[in-house]
């Protein structure tokens, strides 16, 4: 993982705590966000706004499916993100 993976990763976890605080900021990457950290969904909701606004992007429904882990949003959010 590289440092800026690593950047995005942290990043995610706190907007992650933001909806969840009783989800630690320390969330294994590999968490299914539904499934291993039972986040509902409008947990979800509210979370895909503030990665949308923390990285100035737009994440299409159909990509939200796709991405089920933190590892895979950071993934994602560093191949698509327009804020640095």
Not at 4 to 22: F, I, K, M
Not at 40 to 61: I, K, N
Request: negative net charge; without cysteine; glycine residues 2%.
């Amino acid at each position: 993982m590289t440092t800026t993976d690593t950047d995005v990763l942290s990043r995610l976890r706190t907007e992650l705590a933001s909806v969840r605080p009783d989800i630690a900021e320390t969330a294994p990457a590999d968490a299914t966000l539904k499934h291993d950290l039972e986040i509902d969904s409008l947990d979800v909701l509210e979370y895909v706004a503030r990665v949308e606004a923390a990285f100035g992007l737009v994440v299409p429904d159909e990509d939200w499916q796709a991405v089920a882990t933190l590892d895979s949003l950071a993934a994602y959010v560093t191949a698509h993100r327009t804020i640095p």
